[in-house]
Structure formats: C-alpha cells, structure tokens
C-alpha cells in the first residue's frame, strides 16, 4: 500500500444523484471524475440494478440530474452537449439521446409531469422572452466589444459560483417532449425563480422565488409561490415572511402541500425545517417541531458529490421521506406529518447525501460518504433496515492501493460550554513513541458540520507526517437551534473556546501529539477563525488562512450577501461612527499581535470573501513585518475552490499547505 498523493484526486469517481425507476428495481446515478488533460470534472450517467454490476447509461461527459419519466420509458438529465445546459432524453432501456430544450441561456432544473410527455423546467431567459439556442450574436462592434461591461442597478446583483447577473433571469417553462414542439414561457420579469414541483393532476406547480418591489433587496430570501400551469391564473405566494424557503411538493391529494424552510431572521442559524400550507395560502403549519436538526444535509466536505434532497411520500400517504443532518453524521428519516414522529431511518456513522425510494416504497437507493470511501451507492430495505447492500463502489480498486487515517471521534467541552465533537487523525506510519507536527482544522459556515465524510486535505495532511484535529464547535449545524444561534452576534469568543477545547482534548488523549509543533488551518468562516486565533494567540507556529473574513466594514458592502450580515450589528451601519462591533469582530484589528507565520490564500473570482479581503491582511502584515507571510492568488475561481475548482488548482492548492507547514513545523 502507498500514501495518498494530490494526483490522486484524478483517480476518485464521486457519485450522486440517485434515481429509481417508477416500476422496477433500478437506479440511474451521476458519476464523475476530474479530467487531467482537459482540467475539468466530467461527468456521466450510470445504471445498475440490485444484483447486478453498473454499466454505462450515457456517453456524454456532461451528463447531470437523470429523472424517469413518470411511466417509466424515459430518462431525462440535463447536459452541455450542445455548448449551453439544455435537457436530453434517453429512452430507459437504452439508445440514443436526443436533444429537447434550445433555449439560449441554457436550462438549470426540471420536472417531468405526470403525462410522461411534458416537461418544466427553469431556463435563463431574458426581457425578450424565448431565444433559440443556435440565435446568433450582434457583432456590430460596438455591441461585440462591449458585451462585457456590467451595468449594475439592483442590489443583489451577483452571487458566489454564478457570477454577476445578466438580464436573463430564471423562469418557468412548460414544453411537450414530441420532437418540434414549442416552449411556453410561464413566469415573467426581474425575479428569480428556483426549485419546482408539480401537482398530481398537472395543472399547478411550486417555485420558490421573491416577487415585489423588494425582489432584489430580498432575493435570497424565497417565497413558496404557486403557479398555474394554464397560465390562467397569476403567480401566487403560498408561505410568508420571515420564513425562507427552499422548495416543496405536492401531497397525493393535490391540496396539500409540504415545504422546506428557515426563518431568515436568523441569517442561516436556524434549522430547516418541515411546513405544511395548502393551495389556498393558509398559514403555515411546523411539522415535527420538536426535532431541533436541519431536515438537509449540512455536511462540509472538500470531495463534494451531485447531492439531492427530495421528498418523498410513504405508500400510506401519512409519512415524508427526508434527509436530516445529526450530530456529525446525515441521515435518512421518516416523519409522521400527523404525529410528529421522526424516525431515523439509517443509523449508520456516516453521511447519506442523496436519495430516491422505490415505487412500491420497500426499498431506497442512497449515496453515502465515509472518512475512508469518498462515494458509493447502496440499496437498502426500507422495512428490515439491514446492513445495506452495495450497488456500485468505484472507488474501490484505488483505496485497495492507499493506506489512509482513520478518524478518531472524541468529546469535548469548554469552560462552562456543551459537549463539542471533536476528531483526530494520527499521521499515516506513524512509530509507536514518535511526535508528530499537527494542524487544528476549522470548518467554514459556520453554519455547517464536519461529518463522518472523505475529506481529501485530511488525508494529504496525514500522509506527510501530520496529525489532523477538527471540531464542530458551537455556530455549526446539526446539533440544535440554540447550539447554532449561540454566537450569531460575535465570532471569536464562544467558537473560539470550543476550537481550542478540542485541540486541548485531543493533546491529553493523544501522546503523539507534538505541542511545539502546533498549525492552524481554515476556510471562509474558518479562515475568519484562523486570522482571529493568531491574533490573539502566539500557541501555533504556521498557520493557512483561506478566503477569509478580515474586516468586516468592506465585507458588509463587498460580498454577495452582504448586507444581511449588518443584523449582527445590531443594525448599526459601518459608516454611522458606532463602529465598536466592527473593530471589535473584525481580525484587521488585531493584525499588529500576529507573529505566527501565515500562508494567505484567495480566490480572485470570489464573490462571497472577496479578494480585498486577502489584500488588506497581506499588505498589514507586510508592514508590519512581525512574521513571515505569503499570498497566493488563483484566477478565474470562486469562493469553493477547495471543493469544486479546477483540479489542477486544487492539486496546487494542496501542495502549497505541506511546503508551507514543513517549513515551519519540521
């Protein structure tokens, strides 16, 4: 067996988005695979039955989000086969793939409805309406040479992985499967428009998006909107403020309906949770209050797979599938929608990322991740909850050649503080009565979980002689509202007990663990931390701050979203002279105490921690030159660069921790 290198990203296949045929026992699933030569991530569609081996569905290599059609003779995924994203369809029992939509702008999602031979969708469309896929551009000059200039006049105007909104916005199409047939543009205007769902009969669909004069000072904040199929009636919001939503279904019914949502109030530190309303806009109901965890799966992980959430009803109506993040793991449940109940599923220590049940509702398909296995696909009885059976590994001949680190799980608490999940990982090879260098990891969120998952840079981490810990401290998901909301209004103090209590936990149980020789190392929220920490603290010898938070007077103006951010300042604005809790929560401040050697790193595409941020830290370090620092900028990348960037940047980006940290740590 050999240690894990960076090269080795190439060699995992992450699969996902699992789904099971309406009348067999047969799942279809995206894989993919970063491409070496091409420095892209192409991707695929394989089919694999309970007994049998996978094989290839489609041959494309941008092949995402298969869905059989209701009656079972179609799969439709969608693909950039064409130039642009636009759904294609594939008959189920094999053949060739024809192209459906040509829309200019491209498709992001879709639903079948229940004839079998119509199609909504989501399509970016601009004020014009509808344009052919193939329409060709002006190339007058003086449109063609300023087709790049931003003209900017809303205030979310851009967001993180997407970029800067054009005029097409996302709306709703309706369009017939029969080759020739015509698309019907349903929605209209600046608004947004995500997620769908489609009634029983066909005749209405769900959407969440934000409609009014606040559309844009809002847009993040959704509404779950009704919208009639015929075209008939207007758009309809069905939930209200302050709750956010993230899309619902339709029961059997028809009338009733189920939704996903948070109250936006909380800026993310709330759970997801479960609603119910009606056609006629009654107000919502909770359902299953009393499970304080997040019905969405929370888990951070740098080998991210295609992922699904859906909602599935029981065979007796009563009973909603869902995802649900717990404690470090993410689980299958079952919720009663008229007792309450939930019931967990899947029990295992691991995370079920993606999910679809079987038609007669014994069976689901599940994607699911391990600290040791990246991505498989098990089948498992609903009923009997045994030991799951795996349809597809992938990954299985490579792990066979890598000796890796197994985390081990441990308890932490702080000073009058909760109990902390906490990790460590022992460096691979690593002699018995030998000390070994290791780095505390912070997670970004913070309103997210470390989990039972793969995680590459752990692993590289380990292969080159270091001990890894990380924590779930309080501000991260999964553990309960008021173990989340705890430290909405100040990073630094409650979170930064909790991060140092588990690496202290992990130092008193672990004899290995070489205490001069101590990193720190983070992401977004985490890279917050990591500035914070070396302020305030000379314990570490290295550390690698990455797309991070440094002052948050730009942040509040700059980012994406950030003007919400301002309800931590108790509404206070930067530039109104109280600006205490911006010098206070901010670690420019303290960039004087810092004599930790620091490794810099952002993204110059990052539009959520944007580049400035990197700069200031960088430019006060160097004058103040009380430690060595370092910058590194990678281009044409956004803010999750670690975890679905360009492969050979992420390769880079792994290279650089270790050449920084031997520098000082051995």
Known sequence: MRKITPEDLFGFHLVGHVAVHPHRHQVVYQEQQ??????????????????????????????????????GAWVAFLSKRSGTRQIWLMPTDGGEARQVTHIKGGVEEFRWLPDSQTLLYIALIGPDGIEAEDAPEDDAPYVKFNRGVKVITEQYHKLDGVGYYTKK????????????????????GPMRHASLSVSPDGRWALTASRYGEDYDRNGSRKLLYLIDLSGAEAPRALSRDPLSTSGGIFAPDGHTIYFLASNHDDLGYDNVGLYRTDLDGREARRIAAQWDRPFSDVSISDMPAPGSNPLRFDAD?????????????????????????????????????????????KFAALATSTPLNPGQIVWLDLKAKKTATVLANPNQELLNQLELAEPRRFTAHAPNGPAVDGWVMKPVGLKPGEK????????????????????????????????????????????????????????GNLDFQDVMAALDTAINE?????????????????????????GHTDRFKAAITMRSVVDWKTMIGTGDLGWHWIQRA????????????????????????????????????????????????????KYFNKAPVKFIRYPDEFHGMSRNGKPWHRIFRLNTFTEWFDQYLK
């Open 510 to 534: 672990e004899t290995w663990i070489d205490t001069d020789r101590l990193g720190v190392l983070g992401g977004s929220y985490g890279g917050y931390m990591t500035n914070w920490i070396v």
């Open 317 to 361: 109506g009563q009973h909603l599938f869902i995802l649900t993040s717990r404690n470090g793991t993410t689980e299958l449940a079952r919720v009663g929608l008229e007792d309450n109940h939930v019931e967990l599923v899947t029990t295992a220590d691991q995370v079920f990322y993606s999910y679809d049940v079987s038609h007669d509702r």
């Open 34 to 71: 970063a491409n070496r030569e091409q420095n892209t991530t192409d991707s695929w569609l394989m089919v694999v039955e309970p007994g049998a081996s996978p094989r290839r569905f489609t041959g494309g290599t941008t092949d995402t989000s298969p869905a059989f059609s209701p009656d």
């Open 436 to 491: 070994a260098p290791t780095a505390l990891e912070i997670h970004g969120g913070p309103m997210m979980m470390y989990a039972q998952a793969f995680f590459f840079e752990f692993q590289w981490l380990a292969a080159n002689g270091y001990g890894v810990v990380y924590s779930n401290p309080r501000g991260s998901q999964g553990y309960g509202r008021d173990f989340c909301i705890a430290i909405q209004p100040e990073w």
């Open 169 to 188: 916005r996302p709306h709703l199409v309706v369009q017939a499967i029969a080759e020739g047939s015509v698309p019907r543009q349903l929605t209209h």
């Open 570 to 621: 108790d509404n206070v604005w930067p530039w109104s002279g109280n600006d205490e809790w911006y010098r206070q929560q901010s670690p420019i401040t303290y960039v004087e105490n810092i004599t930790t050697p620091l490794l810099i790193e952002h993204q110059e595409g990052d539009l959520r921690c944007p580049i400035e941020q990197g700069e200031m830290l960088y430019t006060a370090m």
